[in-house]
């Protein structure tokens, strides 16, 4: 079947719009980091000047940067992975696969966690780690996120494990596997697209978390968000440093993006065409 | 060692309030063909789940060769099973699915790649090693799941419904090669079926399933012969046999105001489900009128659908019957082919 002229040319558009919408302020930010703050404080704005990668000097080597903050970023995010994948994944299992009484209610127990404003939790927290004196460390940070992605990781893995007949794992019981090995051999190799969509979820909300970062942290625990933060103070706004360590911060998160596009999307739409196809 | 008698002492199975097997009595002798045949919910796959060690029965114990194995690991009874499914792995290629079960006990390399050879070669799938399931055809991925279990030796086969996927012309060679590939073997094999030819046409005893009992055993042609109800009759044979509610005294069989010969003889006056196969009503010159409200043409038989007071009576009859649709005709019985049943009971009263 061949669409109209007319409807592949408003598809486009609205493709169009929504693409600009997106990218605009990512190009933006690109641009801006290369000029000098002169020049971004140039009205009206010009796109003509001479770029310098000072500022990306400054960000990363010089004396305001952000390399320990991005260590501390990468430390926080990969602790909260790995953590949340150890617990997630045999959660999800037993999820799936017993049946437990009040599955459904403690499942959207889980969804409902995703919907609260964690403005609310701060208070909470901030005391909470206070009491066992886990502030402005890694493993408070790292229990902090858990809270958040756990549940999440769980909800997500879920649909992943369903996809798996009951049989299939039978049938590996039956050749002698065992439960363990029907697990590891049979069950795991099959939902590899689903962790790799989790992780990368997990990585990347912890990676990007800025309220309980600037909050529950300090000296010891910056990471890259609060430190870009700090850019903006109360004399004066360094932009284009802001937007060197702006982009500087959302390099990996695009190359992840771009690297793992298949599974993103399979993963977003896994819930809705439930059963459509595993591979 | 590899025997392969089975026996089932007294086997219930629960699921909450609901009872699906209600104690199963069963022998199944080393290296026989053994079907398990019922319509569905009667609680074959149930039955095999529990020999195969994948469901506990809530009551009975299950021996294979005089051990008890009621509590045994599925992966230590020696059974080797073909889901209805296939249950192939879709990660893993044809190659790897049927060395799978060998690589779990960690049999040498070299070994276990004859061994595949072997098996893919026995159901002739030596050519689609290296596929992934999913691109294999529903005949060849059934015989993927057949090469791996196959591949070991094991004391026993389970095969779940393994045709019902295939197509009705495959389904028919593969019956055959099935049957084959059995004999050459010579492992006792459990087969669950609701499709009574395959049952009749590829088992050496079966065993008739109702709501959750065992209602017959024996081989397919005494079952045939010799239905133990009303339900098996009724189940068994195609088209089914004709059950026609009657009295029965002194070898006369009473259908309203008709009378039927039987070579029956059982004592006294009672009233009866009279038995007739389609294949033993006689179309003649007398006997019970009724009108032929239908009539198939097979090719090499017809199929009568006759009326009488209300009721259907379904005929099969040689090619040479010239009456058409609509027409009277007399019908009777061949009377040593009549089943007799008790009207309450719809057991079995003649022999
Ligand atoms: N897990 C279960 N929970 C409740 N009822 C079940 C369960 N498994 C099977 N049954 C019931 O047990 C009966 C027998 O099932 P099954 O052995 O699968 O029948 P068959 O294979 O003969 O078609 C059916 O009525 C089925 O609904
Ligand atoms: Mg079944």
Not at chain 2, 162 to 166: M, R
């Given at each position: 079947m061949k669409r109209s002229g007319i409807a592949t040319a408003s598809l486009l558009g609205v493709a169009g719009v929504f693409l600009t919408l997106w990218t605009f302020p990512v190009l933006w930010a690109l641009l801006t980091s290369f000029k000098s703050e002169r020049d971004v404080l140039a009205y009206p704005p010009t796109l003509i000047f001479t770029p310098t990668l000072g500022n990306y000097r400054d960000v990363l080597?010089?004396?305001?940067?952000?390399l320990p903050n991005l260590i501390s970023s990468f430390v926080v995010a990969t602790f909260t992975t790995v953590l949340t994948m150890l617990l997630a994944i045999p959660a999800a299992y037993a999820l799936a696969r017993l049946n437990l009484p009040g599955k459904r209610a403690g499942g959207f127990y889980i969804l409902a966690t995703q919907m609260l404003p964690p403005v609310g939790l701060i208070i909470p927290y901030f005391l909470f780690l206070q009491k066992i004196g886990w502030l402005d460390s890694y493993k408070g940070m790292t229990l902090i996120y858990l809270t958040f992605s756990l549940p999440f990781a769980i909800w997500l893995l879920v649909s992943y494990f369903e996809d798996i007949p009951r049989e299939m794992e039978e049938a590996a019981l039956i050749d002698r596997a065992g439960r363990m090995r029907a697990f590891l051999y049979v069950v795991l190799p099959q939902v590899r697209g689903g962790i790799a969509v989790t992780v990368i979820f997990v990585f990347l909300n912890a990676w990007n978390e800025f309220l309980f970062a600037v909050v529950l942290g300090g000296n010891n625990v910056r990471q890259v968000t609060v430190a870009m933060f700090n850019f903006i103070s109360v004399e004066q706004t360094l932009w284009a440093k802001l937007a060197a360590a702006a982009i500087v911060t959302m390099a990996p998160v695009i190359l992840l993006g771009l690297f793992a596009q298949r599974h993103i999307v399979k993963g977003l739409t896994v819930g809705a065409v439930k059963g459509g196809g595993r591979r | 060692m590899s025997n392969g008698r089975v026996s089932l002492k007294k086997i219930v199975k629960r699921h909450g309030a609901f009872t699906a097997l209600h104690g199963i009595d069963l022998d199944i002798e080393p290296g026989e063909f053994f079907a398990l045949l019922?319509?569905?919910?009667?609680?074959k796959t149930t039955t095999l789940r529990i020999v195969a060690g994948l469901e506990e029965a809530s009551e009975g114990r299950v021996f294979l060769d005089s051990t008890d194995?009621?509590?045994?690991e599925p992966g230590d009874r020696d059974v080797a099973m073909v889901f209805q499914s296939y249950a192939?792995?879709?990660?893993?290629n044809v190659r790897q699915n049927i060395a799978f079960p060998m690589r779990m006990v960690g049999m040498p390399k070299g070994e276990i790649d004859a061994a595949v050879q072997d098996a893919a070669k026995k159901v002739h799938i030596e050519h689609l090693l290296?596929?992934?399931?999913?691109?294999?055809?529903g005949g060849q991925q059934q015989r993927c799941a057949l090469a791996r279990a196959i591949v070991r030796k094991p004391r026993l086969f389970l095969l779940d419904e393994?045709?019902?996927?295939?197509d009705a012309k495959l389904r028919l060679e593969t019956r055959g090669e099935l049957k084959k590939l059995q004999r050459s073997l010579g492992v006792t094999t459990i087969y669950v079926t609701h499709d009574q030819e395959e049952a009749m046409t590829i088992a050496d005893r079966m065993a008739v399933f109702m709501d959750g009992q065992i209602v017959q055993v024996g081989s397919p042609k005494f079952v045939f012969d010799n239905p133990a109800t009303a339900d098996v009759a009724n189940f068994i044979g195609s088209p089914p046999m004709n059950l026609i509610p009657a009295s029965y005294a002194d070898g006369r069989i009473r259908i309203g105001a008709h009378e039927l010969q039987t070579s029956c003889r059982v004592g006294g006056e009672r009233n009866v489900i009279a038995g007739i196969r389609p294949s033993s009503v006689r179309i003649g010159p007398s006997g019970i009128p009724a009108r032929i409200d239908l009539i198939e043409n097979l090719g090499d038989a017809l199929l009568l659908d006759l009326s009488l007071d209300q009721m259907t009576i379904r005929a099969r009859t040689g090619t040479e019957v010239t009456s058409r649709e609509g027409e009277s005709v007399f019908f009777s019985a061949d009377p040593t082919a009549v089943h007799l049943f008790d009207a309450v009971t719809r057991v079995r009263i003649n022999d």
């Open positions: 080597f010089g004396a305001t940067t952000i | 019922g319509p569905s919910g009667s609680g194995i009621t509590n045994t192939l792995y879709p990660h893993m290296d596929r992934k399931p999913g691109q294999l055809s393994p045709l019902s996927n295939l």
